[in-house]
């Protein structure tokens, strides 16, 4: 056996364990459609953007329904977080386009270091804080954009019981060491802190 497939690099096209759970995949794929289908109607398409990054969301929860991105604190605060950053910076008033698109880019790395800072990292929030920027502040849209996503997330929350982690086993094992490495750390913080 090569080095690359003992370390579960060299894996093919498709997942080996789809086999043996196809049921599953096929499940929660149906539980993320149902879910996307629910922001998209709470949305009505006022911002398609924002739409999309609820849809990433889906793929999130229901893909990786038991890692930290899929939270309630880094589902919702992330969401939080882009709206917040979206909200403040399509305040300020462009004149250009590469202007335009500074400020874009401005709202998307503000979102990203806001969700870092507060601990709330997720990914798709990010699209969130781009289409908030785009389609300026509304009331509408933030209610929209909240609802969806605590409703995602109580639908996820609901069937996380019978849900699979569906990545590779690499990478849940990576997070978890990762999530070894952190706690050790904020040990050693808090027993120099005394």
Do not use: C
């Amino acid at each position: 056996m090569r080095e690359s497939q003992k370390m579960g690099i060299d894996r093919g096209l498709f997942d080996q364990r789809f086999r043996p759970y196809w049921f599953k995949y096929l499940l929660q794929s149906i539980y993320a459609t149902a879910s996307v289908f629910i922001a998209l109607v709470i949305l009505r398409q006022q911002n398609l953007v924002v739409a999309a990054s609820l849809a990433a969301t889906s793929f999130t929860l229901f893909v990786m329904p038991h890692r930290v991105i899929a939270s309630a604190r880094n589902v919702i605060g992330g969401h939080m977080a882009g709206l917040l950053t979206g909200s403040l910076f399509s305040l300020i008033s462009v004149n250009s386009t590469i202007t335009q698109d500074v400020v874009y880019a401005a709202t998307v790395g503000t979102a990203m270091l806001l969700m870092a800072v507060t601990d709330t990292e997720h990914t798709p929030a990010a699209g969130t804080a781009l289409g908030t920027v785009i389609a300026g502040f509304s009331v509408k849209l933030v209610l929209g954009v909240l609802t969806g996503v605590v409703l995602i997330k109580l639908f996820h929350a609901m069937l996380k019981p019978i849900l699979r982690d569906l990545t590779h086993p690499l990478a849940a094992r990576a997070e978890k060491d990762n999530q070894s490495v952190i706690s050790s750390e904020q040990s050693n913080v808090n027993q120099t802190s005394r």
